[in-house]
């Protein structure tokens, strides 16, 4: 079982490196260097599938290959890992608290969580990045927002505000584009005849009693 979800977690990171190298990817209208990737689709199936644990092994896999040949290496690579890592541990909560809901209970929670989470890490780390590392870049989200919204912003406390206002929307919609696909396929999944009584989806059964020091 060990052997099967490492090999799940690196097949899944594999094909979000596969997404990522593809042009399917698309721009977040008022700040377009944030986009839209559904590389993003097979680290949530992992999770959903195998549960958390499966779900960071295919994060920290797909960090290590975006640092190799992702764009705006470092930074770029560890802002999405900084984005993603929190989202899981949304779902691990979730598969904590609400397991005894229904696959259905546990994905709703796991979202709202993981939005919370991830929303207050990349705030941070957006603000580090902006502020600290890179003001040109708090510049060119601010004439982007002024172009989309029509009003003159300056990159100030004012315009730094609604970038990171406009990047927790971002975030918020990028954990539904994330989720919503993964929990469909997971779902027709488990409801195939060909897979019963050969694997249990995590979301259906995330928190096994043991029944012994053998038990699972």
Do not use: C
Not at 20 to 48: C, G, H, K, M, N
Not at 113 to 133: D, F, G, H
Not at 154 to 164: C, E, K, M, T, W
């Amino acid at each position: 079982m060990k052997t099967r979800k490492i090999t799940a977690g690196v097949i899944m990171a594999a094909l979000a490196l596969l997404l990522t190298v593809l042009p399917v990817s698309f721009p977040f209208p008022p700040i377009p260097y944030l986009r839209f990737d559904p590389a993003e689709i097979p680290v949530f199936t992992a999770v959903l599938a195998f549960g958390p644990v499966v779900g960071m092994l295919s994060t920290f896999v797909y960090y290590l290959a975006l640092l190799a040949v992702g764009e705006f290496t470092p930074i770029g690579p560890t802002l999405k890992f900084l984005a993603v890592a929190p989202s899981l541990l949304g779902f691990y909560f979730a598969g904590k608290l609400v397991s005894s809901r229904g696959p259905t209970s546990v994905v709703v929670s796991g979202a709202v969580l993981a939005t919370v989470l991830r929303v207050l890490v990349t705030t941070a780390a957006n603000y580090v990045v902006l502020v600290v590392m890179f003001p040109d870049f708090l510049s060119f989200a601010t004439m982007a927002l002024s172009a989309f919204t029509g009003t003159k912003l300056s990159p100030d406390i004012q315009g730094l505000f609604l970038v990171l206002t406009f990047t927790a929307i971002f975030n918020i919609l990028h954990i539904v584009f994330s989720t919503v696909p993964s929990f469909l396929v997971i779902k027709a999944l488990n409801r195939s005849k060909a897979l019963q009584g050969m694997w249990t989806p995590w979301i259906v059964n995330p928190s096994p009693k043991r029944s012994g020091p053998g038990g699972t």
